[in-house]
């Protein structure tokens, strides 16, 4: 298990932004890549976006293309995820993960291993 530590979520309008961190380590680098996930209540935990440490490879759900942005700064090893437009529809509580394998057909809870604590992001109407 690699320590992650998400931050940034908060309370926001609809419409508005927010910009989410995941705090890694040098140790994660040897990883291939990583995600973001989120759970809203009563929901299962559900893929949002992954990319690899080197950028090549990104991947999004169709619910948050045009909308949201992941990224990685590589000098703070730190994954981020830029989050525009958002709706009520993104309430949830969200999570980073590191990807087990460089296998890209499938993007779900269980490809993913070491999950954070979560940050809550609360989108008002």
């Known amino acids: 298990q690699v320590p992650l530590v998400e931050s940034g979520g908060g309370l926001v309008q609809a419409g508005g932004s927010l910009r989410l961190s995941c705090a890694a380590s040098?140790?994660?680098?040897?990883?291939?890549?990583m995600g973001w996930f989120r759970q809203a209540p009563g929901k299962e935990r559900e893929f949002v976006a992954a990319i690899t440490w080197s950028g090549d490879n990104i991947y999004y759900a169709d619910s948050v293309k045009g909308r949201f942005t992941i990224s990685v700064d590589n000098a703070r090893y730190t994954l981020l995820l830029q989050m525009n437009i958002l709706k009520p529809e993104d309430t949830a509580v969200y999570y980073c993960a590191i990807k087990k394998s460089t296998n890209w057909s499938s993007l779900v809870e269980a490809d993913f291993f070491s999950w954070g604590q979560g940050t809550q992001v609360t989108v008002s109407s």
């Open positions: 040098g140790r994660t680098f040897s990883t291939y890549a």
